[in-house]
């Protein structure tokens, strides 16, 4: 059985654990948002990646979830 100051604890890890998951959400939807973007202005995937410290698939998998078709206009 957890103690009461168990449960406070637990409690309290729970709620960091909240915050932090949605602090992720927000920086993805913003990563998204950037790479979107930066892709739409033209600059190739791999530059992409290389500047957000990702690989280019993980550049093209983000575009494709994003909905962003990869054909250049």
Do not use: F, K, Q
Not at 29 to 57: D, S
């Amino acid at each position: 059985m957890v103690s009461a100051s168990g449960d406070e604890v637990l409690g309290r890890a729970v709620r960091t654990l909240e915050t932090a998951l949605e602090a992720v959400r927000v920086a993805r939807r913003e990563l998204t948002l950037a790479v979107v973007g930066a892709y739409r202005a033209g600059v190739p995937v791999a530059r992409i990646a290389e500047r957000c410290g990702l690989h280019p698939v993980a550049v093209r998998n983000l575009l494709d979830a994003a909905g962003e078709p990869r054909t250049r206009r």
